[in-house]
């Protein structure tokens, strides 16, 4: 009896053994990853550039996960709230403002040098149950709007560079028929108070902070389209009223194999930095469709290079921000499980082929500017030596 018992202890303990190795981040994996110099952030200051994430709040995350803390702090110059910063993690309710996980983050990013953008001031997601179903007259739904971004803008003054001050007010299946409305009606903003919301936000944003960037902020611009052709008009419109929009934010959610050309892109940037706005790629993410297979992490690289080499490209453009720092963290393992792996670190923290595509196009345009400089300095010689 007692050599049974022996037995059975032995193999509970080799099972619970294997159980912990196997949950260990790192099981399939090399337990030494890659971390070698240069790092995206030191590549992006030599060219005055932003390369950022979203971060995550919570155990699994920002403020404490190590491996998740390593690698933010290393590779990135530039942060936006995932979500606490939304009305549904500051709102809960009408009384309360929840600014501790966005104070947390500013800290974070104010400690390691990285630039903040604000996400989001107004939506028609994350909007909390008393506002969503509080049926609030048009007056008061103004009130409510313009109190919350003259509070939180007015927290973070100064220290948040940019807003997404409205983010996607344009539907998605727009058919083009003459006197459609483009805009979102599942938005309580658009529901409570009207068409007019948008510009009341924006005058709201600039009034709290006169100095912070307002961008708009939508997905499904990034090629020619009739929400693309909704937002320029969109645009137009606030500019016509005397709106002060500083920018243009393209989400840049995108399938692997289904990411824009470099000449949609590049058309999509001009067209919005031709009304004198900034432009950036704000939510980066290329999902794959499962299953994940070295080719197609081959292929989302080279898309990835796309887009970095559109944006460092582009005079309007000073920011490429990601949509989370890990596969393993990404918001689209619950939003699609048909996809996956769409950012440059695996569920490992270790780089992906996507990373080192990005970061070899940073070092060859370093070199390319260097190269340049170089030149022009050879020819001020030339013509003065005669
Ligand atoms: C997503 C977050 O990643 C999720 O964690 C959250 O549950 C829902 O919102 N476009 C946006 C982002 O502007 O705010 C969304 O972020 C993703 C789509």
Redesign the pocket.
């Known amino acids: 009896m007692m050599m049974r018992r022996r037995v059975f202890g032995l193999i509970f303990v080799a099972i619970m053994a294997v159980v912990l190795v196997a949950g260990m981040p790192g099981c399939g994996k090399p337990v030494k990853i890659d971390i070698t110099p240069p790092y995206l952030r030191d590549l992006a200051e030599q060219l005055n550039f932003y390369i950022g994430t979203?971060v995550?709040y919570g155990s699994q995350t920002f403020p404490n996960n190590s491996q998740y803390m390593r690698t933010l702090k290393r590779e990135f110059n530039a942060v936006v709230a995932?979500?606490t910063m939304?009305w549904g993690t500051i709102r809960p309710d009408r009384e309360t403002f929840n600014y501790r996980p966005g104070d947390e983050l500013l800290d974070f990013a104010e400690n390691n040098k990285m630039m903040v953008r604000g996400?989001?001031l107004s939506?028609h997601?994350?909007v909390p149950a008393w506002v969503e179903n509080g049926n609030f007259p048009r007056d008061e739904a103004i009130s409510l709007l313009q109190d919350h971004i003259n509070k939180v803008v007015g927290r973070w003054k100064g220290r948040i560079r940019e807003w997404?001050v409205v983010?996607?007010v344009i539907r998605d299946d727009l058919t083009g028929q003459t006197g459609e409305n483009p805009r979102r009606g599942n938005s309580v903003w658009e529901r409570s108070i009207g068409a007019d919301w948008v510009e009341i936000a924006f005058r709201a944003a600039a009034e709290a902070d006169p100095d912070a960037l307002l961008f708009y902020?939508?997905?499904g611009i990034e090629r020619k389209s009739r929400k693309q052709d909704a937002v320029y008009a969109l645009i137009q419109d606030l500019q016509g009223k005397g709106v002060k929009i500083d920018g243009v934010g393209f989400?840049g959610?995108f399938v692997c194999g289904n990411v824009p050309s470099e000449e949609e892109l590049k058309a999509s940037l001009d067209r919005f930095a031709g009304l004198g706005l900034r432009v950036q790629f704000?939510?980066v993410d290329i999902r794959i469709k499962k299953p994940v297979t070295p080719e197609k992490l081959t292929l989302q690289a080279k898309e990835y290079e796309r887009i970095i080499k559109v944006a460092l490209e582009h005079p309007a453009c000073d920011a490429v921000l990601f949509?989370?720092v890990d596969d393993g963290h990404?918001?689209i393992n619950?939003?699609d499980k048909n996809y996956g792996a769409p950012l440059l670190f695996d569920s490992w923290y270790d780089r992906k082929p996507a990373y080192y595509a990005v970061r070899d196009y940073l070092l060859a345009e370093i070199e390319r500017r260097q190269g340049g400089e170089e030149g022009e300095e050879n020819e001020k010689k030339e013509a003065q030596d005669g």
């Open positions: 979203a995550g995932e979500y939304k996400h989001t939506w997601q994350s997404d983010n996607e902020n939508d997905y989400q959610h704000t939510e949509w989370g990404s918001w619950s939003w």
